[in-house]
């Protein structure tokens, strides 16, 4: 089967270098960004174009949510599949006359950090049995976890994705606002940070739960308070909010 990836970002290396590794190299990874294009390729020795898009049986879409729609358009090709990546987008967003599919790994992509593939889940929507069969046995290849989506149910997994990984690497963020601060180097916090990822593998976040807030203390909430201004002190007050809502303090 001939596959192309379109895209030129840290999704569209991922896959490309996912593919690769498990033995279903792409015929060529195309996009517009030139320098990108040829780092991917000189490291996983898969060619790129920036002008002519190569003939083949699936092309997978690894752009921005934005872009999906119009970067769909410069397929022509009727008899082929075409999955885009996003875990917010319907297939139908797919403009074109070909089959539509979403192929959607639930993952965080940075170009510098190594990932298990394997361990990465793939949510899977096409048109007909057939193609569905296509991507879950190109998925399989390169992960334990595989399973069906509909748009509906994706909505939710990207939504819950948000919360789960891009809000708490933001808290990250604001923690080392606050020990850069004070000089305190944010080292010092990452057995803190691995020791709560790791607890939730083992309990439910809700038991996990810990802190002032859970406590109930409000001379340490006020205290903290005090201690912060603009944006934090807002994030500050509504996850403590939150936090006690939730155990009903």
Do not use: W
């Not at 990836?5 to 960004?33: C, D, E, W």
């Not at 070909?98 to 790994?105: C, D």
């Not at 001379?219 to 007050?237: A, G, M, N, P, T």
């Amino acid at each position: 089967m001939q596959i192309v990836i379109i895209g030129s970002g840290n999704v569209a290396y991922h896959m490309a270098k996912a593919f690769t590794l498990k033995n279903i190299p792409p015929a060529q990874i195309f996009g517009r960004n030139e320098k990108e294009l040829s780092k991917i390729s000189e490291e996983l020795n898969v060619p790129y174009s920036t002008g002519q898009l190569e003939d083949a049986d699936l092309y997978v879409i690894c752009v921005s949510d934005n872009s999906v729609e119009e970067v769909s358009k410069i397929i022509t090709k009727k008899d082929c599949l075409v999955a885009h990546t996003s875990g917010s987008l319907p297939k139908e967003i797919l403009a074109g006359e070909y089959r539509k599919a979403s192929f959607y790994p639930l993952q965080t992509f940075s170009r510098s950090k190594e990932l298990e593939y394997e361990k990465i889940p793939f949510f899977i929507e096409t048109e007909n049995e057939n193609d569905k069969k296509i991507l879950f046995e190109i998925a399989s290849r390169i992960s334990e976890n595989v399973m069906e989506s509909n748009h509906e149910k994706r909505k939710y997994i990207h939504l819950t994705a948000v919360f789960a990984c891009n809000f708490v690497n933001h808290l990250f963020s604001r923690a080392k606002e606050i020990s850069d601060s004070q000089e305190i180097p944010f080292d010092y916090f990452l057995p803190l940070i691995d020791e709560t990822v790791q607890k939730i593998h083992e309990i439910e976040p809700q038991l996990a739960q810990t802190g002032p807030a859970v406590r109930n203390d409000v001379r340490v909430l006020q205290l903290h308070e005090k201690l912060l201004k603009d944006e934090s002190l807002e994030i500050y007050k509504t996850i403590n909010h939150s936090i006690q809502k939730m155990y009903e303090l």
